[in-house]
Every structure is written in C-alpha cells, then in structure tokens.
C-alpha cells in the first residue's frame, strides 16, 4: 500500500518547454488535487477531480492543464513552463474524512 | 482577507515544553479541520483530524475546535526535537472537498 507516488521528484526545465507530472494512489479514492507550494504562499489549489472524468478549476490554475487517465491517476501539464512555475508540486487524494499527500514534485524552470 | 490565518512562526521552545499552535477562520461554514505536520522537503503528513467542535487527543497531540470563535488548536505535550517541522492547519466545508490551508507555522523544539 504506497499512498500517493508521484514522478518525477526533481525536474529542471528550460522557459518553454513541456513536461508532465503523474501522480497515483491505490487508496481508491475519488478526489485527487494538484497543489503548488511556494515560500510565503502556502499550498495553493491548482486543480482538482472530484470523480474520474471531471476536473475543476483551482485557485491557481493559469499555466496548466490536468487529466483524470482512470480512478487511480491524475496527471498535471505544463504546456509551455515559465521562471514563475518553479515550485514545489504536490498531488493528493482524499476519501470520507482527509486527504492524503504525496512526496512532491520539485521544479525549476530556468 | 484569506479564509484560514495562522502565524508562520518561527516558533523556538526548549524540548519538554507545551506548544501550542493555532489558526482562525472566516468561513462559518467550515466543520472539517485537520493538522498536518510537513518536515523539510516531504510532503505534508496527517496529523490530526477533528469534526464539528470539541477537543481530540492523540498521545501528545491534542486538537481544539472553538466554532463559536472560528479558532482552531494544536497542542503538543512533552516536545521532542523530532517535533520540529511546519504545521499546517486545513478545513473544509464538506467531507472530501478540496480544504483550505494555512500557511502553516514552522516550530523549532531545541535539546
């Protein structure tokens, strides 16, 4: 029983380029979300799934796109990665009473 | 005006001490509250987990729920140096939502 993985743990990228970070959980949960984490900001809510083939919209989610592959996974994509993008990404999911995080995706766009 | 605030901190106490971390809310409508415990450069862990109002103990952690005064708390009996980490309160309005976080409070516990 592994949680919530999430890969790759470090990445770096130049402006411009793409990339996607996948993220999976074996606790058949419903609701998995993407969060940002910066310095003095917290974690923010990029984007969310509440069931498998809907996603909504975040606090932050200008930059990005999500898919919902099945009930386990739920990937995020950075189009075209900006210097502003570089933070701490972090997938979760939640059944009936909380959520659970993964490890963390470190990103820095150059 | 944020809907969850919380001292970042940092916070320095000498090992064995009480510490007691806290956060307030706007939302009335909040009734989930959780804590986590996030160490450096891992992702955050659940620490605690409380319903509606009242108080929840968990070993040396202690959870406080005031709705009345939309104030929550998180106390820790006996600090270790293996307590020191961010804490992070969350709540949500409904189970399963997406919560809304503080900004958490970095606790240092000195030998």
Known sequence: NAGVTQTPKFQVLKTGQSMTLQCAQDMNHNSMYWYRQDPGMGLRLI???????????????NGYNVSRLNKREFSLRLESAAP???SVYFCASSGPLAQFFGPGTRLTVL | QKEVEQDPGPLSVPEGAIVSLNCTYSNSAFQYFMWY???SRKGPELLMYTYSSGNKEDGRFTAQVDKSSKYISLFIRDS??????????AMSANSGYALNFGKGTSLLVTP
Do not use: F, H, I, M
Not at chain 1, 47 to 61: I, N
Not at chain 2, 80 to 86: E, G, I, K, L
């Open chain 2, 37 to 39: 415990r996030q160490y």
């Open chain 1, 47 to 61: 984007y969310y799934s509440a069931s498998e083939g809907t996603t909504d919209k975040g606090e932050v989610p």
């Open chain 1, 84 to 86: 502003s993008q570089t």
């Open chain 2, 80 to 89: 270790q140096p293996s307590d020191s980490a961010t804490y992070l309160c």
